[in-house]
């Protein structure tokens, strides 16, 4: 543990993983969604643990600030839901890196994960991650390459 708050304090730095996340909240009150410095800075601890948790190591900017931008206009996700929604999400993106054995991009992974929360699971973060990412994973373990994943999710 003391090691890898070590790391995190070595490649973080917090105060100014606050101001960059507080900065989406211009973006995401178009859509009535704010996030209070307090749980900016609850979802960023939140992210090492996930990260700890799943054996990932990441330099930078976390995925946090894509996932603001790309969630906040669902129609699934409000105000009171926001916080909880988003830390799922980090969980969920972190697990299926793990899982897609990094096949996708974050950001195919992110575009992937918004365009099934919005369609076939209908803003549940349960089916999203037990139904959805899980037999895309499992495809892409089997060989099935991840690209294929994409053609039915072409913007309109």
Known sequence: MKDFLQIK??????E????????????????????TNEQIRILLE???TTLKKYGRVELGKGILEKLIFEFSDSPFIWQENYMDTLSELQDIFYYFKNESLDEFTDDELI???RKSFDNECQGSLEYLRETSLEDVCRSIRYGREAYKYFDSYDDE
């Open 9 to 14: 304090n070595l490649f973080s730095d917090n």
């Open 16 to 35: 100014s993983e606050i101001n960059q996340i507080e900065k989406c909240n211009e973006f995401s009150s178009k859509f009535g969604l704010v996030l």
């Open 46 to 48: 939140e992210r090492y």
């Open 111 to 113: 575009r992937y994960m």
